[in-house]
Protein backbone atom coordinates (compact mmCIF):
# COMPACT_ATOMS: atom_id res chain seq x y z
CA UNK A 1 0.00 0.00 0.00
CA UNK A 2 1.71 3.18 -1.23
CA UNK A 3 1.99 5.82 1.54
CA UNK A 4 1.00 9.43 1.61
CA UNK A 5 3.35 11.33 -1.50
CA UNK A 6 4.60 14.89 -1.50
CA UNK A 7 6.20 16.51 -4.30
CA UNK A 8 8.38 17.98 -4.77
CA UNK A 9 11.01 16.95 -2.16
CA UNK A 10 12.50 20.13 -2.90
CA UNK A 11 12.33 23.90 -3.69
CA UNK A 12 13.96 26.46 -3.82
CA UNK A 13 12.26 29.89 -4.43
CA UNK A 14 12.89 33.68 -4.52
CA UNK A 15 11.41 36.34 -2.42
CA UNK A 16 8.05 37.49 -4.31
CA UNK A 17 7.27 34.19 -5.98
CA UNK A 18 4.62 31.78 -5.25
CA UNK A 19 4.90 27.92 -5.04
CA UNK A 20 2.62 24.77 -5.19
CA UNK A 21 2.82 21.75 -3.55
CA UNK A 22 1.51 18.58 -3.87
CA UNK A 23 0.30 15.70 -1.90
CA UNK A 24 -1.26 12.16 -2.98
CA UNK A 25 -2.92 10.81 0.19
CA UNK A 26 -3.09 7.38 0.99
CA UNK A 27 -5.60 5.74 -0.72
CA UNK A 28 -9.06 5.40 0.45
CA UNK A 29 -8.21 8.33 2.87
CA UNK A 30 -10.54 11.46 2.34
CA UNK A 31 -8.77 13.85 4.96
CA UNK A 32 -5.57 15.78 4.07
CA UNK A 33 -3.86 18.17 6.61
CA UNK A 34 -1.09 20.46 6.24
CA UNK A 35 1.53 21.47 8.59
CA UNK A 36 4.81 23.75 8.39
CA UNK A 37 7.33 22.81 10.65
CA UNK A 38 10.39 25.09 11.35
CA UNK A 39 13.28 24.81 13.84
CA UNK A 40 11.71 28.07 15.50
CA UNK A 41 7.80 27.20 15.93
CA UNK A 42 7.95 23.27 15.46
CA UNK A 43 5.07 21.78 14.13
CA UNK A 44 2.22 24.35 12.93
CA UNK A 45 -1.41 23.58 11.24
CA UNK A 46 -2.42 25.04 8.64
CA UNK A 47 -5.47 23.20 7.24
CA UNK A 48 -7.28 20.22 6.71
CA UNK A 49 -9.34 19.23 4.02
CA UNK A 50 -12.20 16.41 3.30
CA UNK A 51 -14.34 15.18 0.89
CA UNK A 52 -12.54 18.91 -1.18
CA UNK A 53 -13.90 20.78 1.93
CA UNK A 54 -11.60 22.96 4.29
CA UNK A 55 -12.69 21.86 7.64
CA UNK A 56 -10.60 23.50 9.87
CA UNK A 57 -7.47 26.59 9.34
CA UNK A 58 -4.88 27.51 11.09
CA UNK A 59 -3.20 30.76 12.21
CA UNK A 60 -1.81 31.52 8.98
CA UNK A 61 -1.81 34.78 6.70
CA UNK A 62 -4.27 34.56 3.84
CA UNK A 63 -1.18 34.02 1.42
CA UNK A 64 -1.27 30.11 2.44
CA UNK A 65 -4.25 28.43 1.02
CA UNK A 66 -5.20 25.08 0.06
CA UNK A 67 -7.59 23.04 -1.68
CA UNK A 68 -8.49 19.30 -2.05
CA UNK A 69 -9.44 17.11 -5.53
CA UNK A 70 -12.42 14.93 -5.95
CA UNK A 71 -9.83 12.39 -5.71
CA UNK A 72 -8.48 13.40 -2.22
CA UNK A 73 -5.19 14.59 -3.97
CA UNK A 74 -4.54 18.06 -2.13
CA UNK A 75 -2.40 20.98 -3.37
CA UNK A 76 -1.49 23.98 -1.19
CA UNK A 77 -0.47 27.23 -2.26
CA UNK A 78 1.84 30.33 -0.70
CA UNK A 79 1.83 33.34 -2.70
CA UNK A 80 4.55 36.20 -2.36
CA UNK A 81 7.11 34.16 -0.79
CA UNK A 82 8.74 35.46 2.85
CA UNK A 83 12.12 34.68 3.68
CA UNK A 84 10.25 33.06 7.15
CA UNK A 85 8.55 30.58 4.83
CA UNK A 86 11.30 28.76 4.72
CA UNK A 87 10.16 25.36 5.82
CA UNK A 88 9.26 21.27 5.99
CA UNK A 89 5.91 21.60 4.53
CA UNK A 90 4.36 17.82 5.73
CA UNK A 91 1.61 16.63 4.27
CA UNK A 92 -1.06 14.37 6.68
CA UNK A 93 -4.03 11.86 5.47
CA UNK A 94 -6.15 9.69 7.94
CA UNK A 95 -9.79 7.64 6.56
CA UNK A 96 -11.45 10.62 8.31
CA UNK A 97 -9.81 12.60 10.50
CA UNK A 98 -7.91 13.46 14.19
CA UNK A 99 -9.58 10.30 15.77
CA UNK A 100 -7.77 7.39 13.40
CA UNK A 101 -4.34 9.45 13.32
CA UNK A 102 -1.87 10.76 10.46
CA UNK A 103 0.07 9.16 8.29
CA UNK A 104 2.82 11.72 6.88
CA UNK A 105 4.32 12.44 3.75
CA UNK A 106 8.49 12.77 3.73
CA UNK A 107 7.62 16.44 3.64
CA UNK A 108 8.69 19.06 0.94
CA UNK A 109 11.47 21.36 1.53
CA UNK A 110 10.64 24.81 0.70
CA UNK A 111 13.87 27.55 1.26
CA UNK A 112 13.15 31.19 0.12
CA UNK A 113 16.16 32.89 -0.63
CA UNK B 1 -8.23 25.42 22.23
CA UNK B 2 -6.82 22.40 22.67
CA UNK B 3 -2.07 22.16 23.39
CA UNK B 4 0.41 20.04 24.82
CA UNK B 5 3.70 20.71 26.82
CA UNK B 6 6.03 18.37 26.11
CA UNK B 7 9.02 18.42 29.31
CA UNK B 8 12.36 18.53 28.19
CA UNK B 9 13.33 19.25 24.68
CA UNK B 10 16.32 17.15 25.38
CA UNK B 11 16.45 13.29 26.96
CA UNK B 12 19.78 11.16 26.96
CA UNK B 13 19.31 7.51 28.07
CA UNK B 14 21.52 4.65 27.79
CA UNK B 15 21.45 1.78 26.12
CA UNK B 16 19.01 -0.58 27.44
CA UNK B 17 18.03 2.03 30.10
CA UNK B 18 14.10 3.11 30.68
CA UNK B 19 12.89 6.08 28.50
CA UNK B 20 10.40 8.31 29.77
CA UNK B 21 9.36 11.33 27.43
CA UNK B 22 6.55 13.58 29.37
CA UNK B 23 3.75 14.97 27.86
CA UNK B 24 0.95 16.81 29.59
CA UNK B 25 -2.12 18.34 27.74
CA UNK B 26 -4.72 21.04 27.74
CA UNK B 27 -8.33 20.51 27.05
CA UNK B 28 -11.95 21.83 27.75
CA UNK B 29 -13.20 18.31 26.14
CA UNK B 30 -12.03 14.74 26.20
CA UNK B 31 -9.06 14.48 24.57
CA UNK B 32 -7.48 12.29 21.56
CA UNK B 33 -3.83 12.03 22.64
CA UNK B 34 -0.87 10.89 20.30
CA UNK B 35 2.51 10.02 19.89
CA UNK B 36 5.16 10.43 16.71
CA UNK B 37 8.43 9.82 15.78
CA UNK B 38 10.83 11.32 13.87
CA UNK B 39 13.86 10.94 12.21
CA UNK B 40 16.21 13.25 10.49
CA UNK B 41 14.74 14.20 6.84
CA UNK B 42 11.71 11.86 7.30
CA UNK B 43 7.89 12.84 7.86
CA UNK B 44 6.04 11.90 11.21
CA UNK B 45 5.35 8.21 12.60
CA UNK B 46 2.68 7.11 14.45
CA UNK B 47 3.69 5.57 17.20
CA UNK B 48 0.34 5.01 18.91
CA UNK B 49 -2.99 6.87 20.00
CA UNK B 50 -5.26 7.23 22.84
CA UNK B 51 -9.33 7.92 21.74
CA UNK B 52 -11.31 6.92 24.90
CA UNK B 53 -10.90 3.41 25.18
CA UNK B 54 -8.55 1.89 27.47
CA UNK B 55 -5.71 4.23 29.33
CA UNK B 56 -2.77 2.49 28.73
CA UNK B 57 -2.18 2.24 25.33
CA UNK B 58 0.72 -0.54 23.39
CA UNK B 59 2.46 1.03 20.28
CA UNK B 60 4.93 0.11 18.37
CA UNK B 61 8.41 -0.75 18.61
CA UNK B 62 7.60 -1.59 22.29
CA UNK B 63 6.77 2.16 23.50
CA UNK B 64 3.46 2.36 25.65
CA UNK B 65 1.72 5.52 26.70
CA UNK B 66 -0.55 5.82 29.79
CA UNK B 67 -3.45 8.54 29.83
CA UNK B 68 -3.78 10.23 33.59
CA UNK B 69 -7.02 12.38 32.92
CA UNK B 70 -6.04 13.44 36.74
CA UNK B 71 -2.93 14.54 36.29
CA UNK B 72 -3.79 15.76 31.96
CA UNK B 73 -0.43 13.74 31.02
CA UNK B 74 0.40 11.35 28.64
CA UNK B 75 3.75 10.16 29.15
CA UNK B 76 5.52 7.97 26.88
CA UNK B 77 7.67 4.73 28.06
CA UNK B 78 10.15 2.10 27.07
CA UNK B 79 11.34 -0.62 29.30
CA UNK B 80 14.89 -0.52 27.26
CA UNK B 81 16.18 1.58 25.09
CA UNK B 82 17.92 0.73 21.41
CA UNK B 83 20.30 2.69 19.21
CA UNK B 84 17.38 2.72 16.70
CA UNK B 85 15.07 4.95 19.25
CA UNK B 86 16.97 7.82 18.68
CA UNK B 87 14.87 10.69 17.23
CA UNK B 88 12.89 13.23 17.89
CA UNK B 89 9.22 12.16 19.32
CA UNK B 90 6.29 14.52 19.56
CA UNK B 91 2.66 14.86 21.63
CA UNK B 92 -0.33 15.64 19.66
CA UNK B 93 -3.54 16.71 20.78
CA UNK B 94 -7.08 16.70 19.02
CA UNK B 95 -10.26 16.93 20.10
CA UNK B 96 -13.70 15.29 18.47
CA UNK B 97 -14.93 16.53 15.42
CA UNK B 98 -12.32 19.67 15.46
CA UNK B 99 -9.51 18.21 13.08
CA UNK B 100 -6.88 20.63 13.90
CA UNK B 101 -4.08 18.34 15.71
CA UNK B 102 -1.76 20.49 17.90
CA UNK B 103 1.72 19.10 18.30
CA UNK B 104 4.05 19.62 21.54
CA UNK B 105 7.71 21.27 20.42
CA UNK B 106 8.97 17.64 20.63
CA UNK B 107 11.45 15.85 22.64
CA UNK B 108 14.81 14.71 21.05
CA UNK B 109 16.02 11.55 22.37
CA UNK B 110 19.86 10.53 22.02
CA UNK B 111 20.70 6.80 23.17
CA UNK B 112 24.08 6.36 24.34
CA UNK B 113 26.04 2.66 23.51
Known amino acids: KAGVTQTPRYLIKTRGQQVTLSCSPISGHRSVSWYQQTPGQGLQFLFEYFSETQRNKGNFPGRFSGRQFSNSRSEMNVSTLELGDSALYLC????????????FGSGTRLTVV | AQSVTQLGSHVSVSEGALVLLRCNYSSSVPPYLFWYVQYPNQGLQLLLKYTSAATLVKGINGFEAEFKKSETSFHLTKPSAHMSDAAEYFC???????????FGAGTRLTVKP
Open chain 2, 92 to 102: AVSVRDNNDMR
Open chain 1, 92 to 103: ASSLQGDAYGYT
